[in-house]
């Protein structure tokens, strides 16, 4: 039987189904933010769902949110106001950021900066990052917010790909492995290389008959 003190659970509701492992850190608050004055942000409530796994180590920041049967492996980062739509797993030490909100059945194991939206049934084991157009700019300052991606369902982003700035991935996008993609990729269609994209149906290859470019049940 875990005991509370095996975990650290900081202003937060977690339901009674939900296992959470020793050494993890629930309604963590965020760092203190650099070149800012005033007071931190006071912690918000960070909610664990039913059937909720919170594997060790890991840790979930205030006021995220974990829908029903959401797995989290050890060792992974959640920053504050993330939201995960049910039935996700969240693996290979990823790294969610602040206020981003990913869908439900999502597999993540890369990086999802902050505000990034994530459709349904997405999967991504690369990288989504701001553009930082001006590096000059205090980090935390609130001039250096800049617009986030947007991935919609049924997208897969390969490993060590890499998403630069505020980019939409339509449904059913496919981002090779390696890809580096800074411009919007179409519903259907595949990027690859340095923002080469073509249509799935002109792909020559194996890929252009995935199923993951056909109609499918939906969970």
Known sequence: MLKPQD????????????????????GKLFRPLLEVGGEPAAESVT????????????L??????LGRGVIVDDNCSIESDVVIGERSLIIYRAHICNEAQIGKYCVIGGLVAERVVVGDRTRIFGKIVHSQH???????????VEPSATLESDVFVGFNALIVGEVTLGAMA?????????????????????????????WKGKLANSPCFGERPRK
């Open 60 to 65: 979930i920041g205030s006021g995220s949110i």
């Open 134 to 144: 001006d590096p000059t700019v205090g980090w935390d300052a609130p001039t250096a």
């Open 47 to 58: 909610r664990i769902g039913a059937d909720v796994h919170v594997g060790h180590y890991t």
């Open 174 to 202: 496919y981002v090779c492995a390696g890809a580096i993609v800074t411009r919007d990729v179409p519903a259907k269609h595949i990027a690859h290389g340095v923002n080469k994209i073509v249509p799935f149906d002109k």
């Open 7 to 26: 975990f650290l659970s900081i202003n937060s509701e977690i339901d009674p189904s939900a296992h959470i492992c020793p050494g993890a850190v629930i």
